[in-house]
T-cell receptor, first 115, second 112 residues
Framework: SAVISQKPSRDICQRGTSLTIQCQVDSQVTMMFWYRQQPGQSLTLIAT?????????ESGFVIDKFPISRPNLTFSTLTVSNMSPEDSSIYLCSGRTSGLTGELFFGEGSRLTVL | GNSVTQMEGPVTLSEEAFLTINCTYTATGYPSLFWYVQYPGEGLQLLLKATKADDKGSNKGFEATYRKETTSFHLEKGSVQVSDSAVYFCALNNNAGNMLTFGGGTRLMVKP
């Protein structure tokens, strides 16, 4: 299994600012994903983080709002840009290692509150 | 497209009661099925999984059987504990995109 660390674990942000969340995996993963969990809701996939190239975004999410980097196999960042209160959510990094049957490992999440 | 439907919560039980959380899915092909658990203030942890029809996943007293004929993967536990209080998510992976599709989550509250 992989251990995924995220930081910050939580933050309170002002409207209009941007925040970058870092995700570090303790071993190489073939795939990395970013999910959003709005208060009391399920998880929604934001994008697949691709190593060395642009992320693949799901419908309703765009690069200008959620720029993602993945410079190597064990590290990724998600930036939430120009934040509004509607962006208050838990953002979760996840990864999949090769040879497993599809399960993902998750970080503990970054809880953002936008005032 | 793929979708997962779970029973709505919260589910409130007394300690040692029997638990069932229903999960049904829609998917193309032959998905793998998962249950994840999210304890308060924490991320998601894989609870159990099943990768083909009639497989039974089990862990920590929880069980779920992959039923292709009814497209279901219901979670069961014979005797719940207060420490089982959490949100449970059913999910599938049809291997096409490698990501997981999640159900809406079911909050379980176990009272002593």
């Amino acid at each position: 299994s992989a251990v995924i660390s995220q930081k910050p674990s939580r933050d309170i942000c002002q409207r209009g600012t941007s925040l970058t969340i870092q995700c570090q995996v303790d071993s190489q993963v073939t795939m990395m994903f970013w999910y959003r969990q709005q208060p009391g809701q399920s998880l929604t996939l934001i994008a697949t983080a691709n190593q060395g190239s642009e992320a693949t975004y799901e419908s309703g999410f765009v690069i200008d709002k959620f720029p993602i980097s993945r410079p190597n196999l064990t590290f990724s960042t998600l930036t939430v840009s120009n934040m509004s209160p509607e962006d208050s959510s838990i953002y979760l990094c996840s990864g999949r290692t090769s040879g497993l049957t599809g399960e993902l490992f998750f970080g503990e999440g970054s809880r953002l509150t936008v005032l | 497209g793929n979708s997962v439907t779970q029973m709505e919560g919260p589910v409130t039980l007394s300690e040692e009661a029997f638990l069932t959380i229903n999960c049904t899915y829609t998917a193309t092909g032959y998905p793998s099925l998962f249950w994840y658990v999210q304890y308060p203030g924490e991320g998601l942890q894989l609870l159990l999984k099943a990768t083909k029809a009639d497989d039974k996943g089990s862990n920590k007293g929880f069980e779920a059987t992959y039923r292709k004929e009814t497209t279901s993967f219901h979670l069961e536990k014979g005797s719940v504990q207060v420490s089982d209080s959490a949100v449970y998510f059913c999910a599938l992976n049809n291997n096409a995109g490698n990501m997981l599709t999640f159900g809406g989550g079911t909050r379980l509250m176990v009272k002593p």
